[in-house]
């Protein structure tokens, strides 16, 4: 069996070292998980290739809207985040039993939140009172669910353009919360809170690390998750003086529900988690 994570620009990827460790690990001899460079011109193509030699597909930006279009089902869950991170192939039969066209049907799911989630709780944030997310991107609809499932009924975003989160409004009332949105000049607030989800890009941390901080150090420190995880610490990591818990933790438990939906088996999360920070500290060498 064939599996893959696709996205543009892909080279960086740690999946393929997560989903090579948990198929050892549940000695499925024969499954192979690829790195494929994909953009959005390019998707339909490799969609339409899949066929039941396939378990499925890993996808990172820019694919996380653009795929929705070209699968059979989307789950109702991925449809109210209104981000898609895992494509599942599954047998398509007709109603006389026999294969369908090209044999499978692909449904669509969102294990990002989920990473998120596990990853909070870790922390020892399971429940979350006030939640801030910083930046208004893909990732941040699945933070803002992440919060919403823990507890959060009103989540706070900070973005540069409040116009550009009509959509982060949108998911959150899908699921029944409300967003208080802010400006990116209103960064301080994220120090109020109980959990903060950073989702900005590495290349705008440092500018954002000190708007945020300035001279200021609160008493009491927030939960950071940064979902940058190489490299690591970023700047907001570094200079936070509490918990601070970077994307790999995300990275791994969004794996981890990716390899159950694909294989059906229960994931081998310590075995998978051992060979990530294991190419992470490679990397870090080379």
């Known amino acids: 069996m064939r599996a893959a994570v696709c996205g543009s620009p892909i080279q960086h990827s740690l999946s393929p070292a997560l989903h090579r460790a948990a198929y050892a690990a549940l000695e499925l001899d024969g499954w192979e998980y690829d790195l494929l460079e994909v953009d959005e011109e390019r998707l339909p193509q490799v969609v339409d290739a899949l066929d039941a030699t396939w378990a499925g597909l890993s ?23 209104g981000s898609v991170n895992t494509v599942v192939v599954q047998p398509r039969l007709d109603r006389r039993g026999v294969p369908g066209r090209r044999g499978v049907r692909l449904r669509a799911e969102n294990t990002d939140v989920i990473g998120l989630v596990t990853a909070l709780a870790e922390a020892g944030a399971e429940r979350v009172a006030r939640g801030v997310v910083l930046g208004g991107g893909a990732t941040a609809r699945s933070a803002v669910v992440a919060l919403l499932q823990a507890g959060c009924a009103r989540p706070v975003v900070v973005v540069r353009s409040p116009a550009r989160a009509a959509e982060l409004r949108a998911v959150a009332a899908r699921l029944g919360g409300e967003l208080d949105v802010r400006d990116w000049a209103e960064l301080p607030v994220a120090l109020t809170a109980d959990v903060v989800v950073s989702t900005v890009p590495i290349g705008a941390s440092p500018a954002m690390t000190e708007a945020l901080l300035g001279p200021f150090r609160p008493v009491w420190w927030p939960v950071l998750l940064d979902v940058v995880y190489a490299p690591w610490p970023t700047p907001l990591a570094a200079a936070w003086g509490g918990v601070a818990v970077g994307g790999f933790e995300m990275l791994l438990h969004q794996a981890a529900a990716q390899v159950q939906l694909m294989t059906g088996r229960t994931p081998p999360v310590e075995a998978m988690r051992a060979a990530g920070l294991a190419a992470l500290r490679a990397r870090a060498q080379a």
């Open 59 to 81: 996808l990172t930006m820019p694919l996380k809207q653009a795929i929705v279009g070209l699968v059979d089902e989307v789950s109702d869950f991925a449809r109210a985040v």
